[in-house]
């Protein structure tokens, strides 16, 4: 639900109920202990609260949720699995550039006091800046009513810097090409609503043997009034240096990114550089009243395992969801309101 009192003062506050199940096959204790501790149902709030106007505002997102029919027990924080406060300063100049700065505290009660930098999560600052090949740099282009203007073709970079509150040091800074384009209505579909390439690299400050490349795509189609498609792919290559032709363990990209993605040979994938990290697919439905989801998602986890956890494993982690969303609220005196839109796999794919 959305509430604007005053241009520049809004408030949304959101509730839902969902289930987590984690399982795997593998005969390990710690392993099956872990997936158990992830695997209950929950109630969760999210409440928005943001002042000022869009080209800079100060936001807090207030989050909380409670599990219940627990399979495994959580020894330190019991059915409060989350509790958090997420404080933000943006400045959105939509769509040509967006500027901002997050961070997160954890509320929840610890065994053991916590310093106050150890209760922040990683300071987040983001800069963007995108470049239509038609009109350049335009304001408000997505805000103007002309069917017509609604259509872009551009590219654009992206620069997410991370900083350890905890630790008072850089932590990793990723540095994002992209093209994209959409707007367009194509053969067999009502629009194609956004295609996206991306090329990211990460340098990793604390160790730079982690830095990687990374590359990805995504696309959202409009099918028809009422079906809409979505789909997207990340890869990740940690040893890209061998993508030069003067390295003895030279291999050539197309070649090692064509075995790398084959769905059908896992032979092929084996000693690749570039390796499947995030992938999902998603089909929404529009009810009128309701909107009905279900995505597929698969996204590379790794756990620690085997005696004192000294282990890792690491595989790809494969999800169903199904949702149907109350978007209209007409019955209760206000106008059309889409009442919740996240998307579970979003923060994972993007």
Do not use: C
Request: net charge neutral; no cysteine.
């Amino acid at each position: 639900m959305y509430m604007s009192f005053l241009p520049w003062l809004n408030f949304i506050p959101s509730a839902g109920v969902g289930v987590l199940h984690s399982y795997s096959d593998q005969n390990d204790d710690a392993l099956q202990r872990e997936l158990a501790r992830q695997s209950y149902g929950y109630l969760f709030t999210q409440d928005t609260l943001r002042i000022g106007y869009p080209f800079l505002y100060a936001q807090g997102i207030y989050t909380q949720r409670y599990s219940f029919a627990d399979r495994g027990p959580d020894l330190t924080f019991g059915h409060n699995r989350m509790q958090a406060v997420t404080t933000s300063v943006v400045s959105d100049l939509n769509p040509y550039a967006l500027l901002s700065l997050t961070a997160t505290r954890d509320l929840r009660a610890y065994p053991n006091a916590l310093t106050e930098r150890e209760r922040w999560s990683d300071l987040i600052g983001r800069a963007q800046a995108d470049y239509d090949f038609i009109r350049g740099f335009t304001v408000n282009l997505y805000g103007l009513g002309q069917r017509k203007y609604n259509h872009f073709n551009g590219i654009g970079v992206l620069n997410t810097a991370t900083y350890s509150i905890q630790f008072d040091t850089m932590n990793t800074n990723d540095f994002q090409f992209y093209y994209r384009l959409g707007g367009y209505r194509l053969p067999l579909m009502r629009e194609l609503t956004q295609f996206k390439i991306t090329s990211t690299y990460r340098h990793n400050f604390i160790n730079i043997a982690e830095s990687n490349l990374r590359l990805g795509f995504e696309t959202d189609v409009l099918l028809h009034d009422y079906w809409r498609l979505r789909f997207a792919l990340n890869a990740i290559a940690d040893q890209f240096e061998r993508y030069q032709s003067n390295n003895p363990a030279y291999v050539p990209f197309f070649d090692d990114a064509l075995k790398s993605l084959n769905p059908f040979d896992p032979n092929a994938r084996v000693g690749r550089i570039l390796n499947l990290e995030s992938f999902f697919v998603g089909l929404e439905h529009d009810l009128h009243k309701w909107l009905f989801r279900i995505t597929f998602a698969s996204q590379r986890r790794t756990i620690f395992t085997g005696a004192a956890l000294r282990d890792r494993t690491s595989f790809l982690e494969q999800t169903i969801y199904i949702s149907f969303t109350l978007k209209d609220l007409q019955g209760f005196g206000l106008p059309y309101t889409e009442v919740y839109r996240y998307n579970p796999t979003d923060a994972g794919i993007k």
